[in-house]
């Protein structure tokens, strides 16, 4: 079964940076659009990074031009670069894959503060 696994998550100072990785198995990885998403306690997920199975990116408005999506065909496996994190990027981040149905992995804290 298809299974999603997020690593990198951590405590930053605001400022700084992290790199989450999503390693998948048990699915065909390039067919497969790839995405992040975060959820802050009290507030709802909100599907941050995008990256289609053909390599086009979409992020939502908050962290353009911050934040990086990017994929691995080969090792199976989706990035994203967290650069200029500020307190209000504290969230869990979820790896997310869609195909027919939508996949998501256990999540990764990500905390910015001082």
């Known amino acids: 079964q298809v299974q999603l696994v997020e690593s990198g998550g951590g405590l930053v100072q605001p400022g700084g940076s992290l790199r989450l990785s999503c390693a998948a198995s048990g699915m065909f990885f390039s067919n497969f659009d790839m995405g992040w998403s975060r959820q802050a306690p009290g507030k709802q997920r909100e599907l941050v990074a995008l990256?289609?199975?053909?390599?086009?990116?979409n992020y939502t408005d908050s962290v353009k031009g911050r934040f990086t999506i990017s994929r691995d065909n080969a090792r199976k496996t989706v990035f994203l670069q967290l650069n200029s994190l500020k307190p209000e990027d504290t969230a869990v981040y979820y790896c997310?894959?869609?195909?027919?149905?939508?996949?998501w992995g256990q999540g990764t804290q990500v905390t910015v503060s001082s």
């Open positions: 997310y894959a869609g195909l027919y149905r939508n996949y």
């Open positions: 990256i289609t199975h053909g390599g086009s990116t």
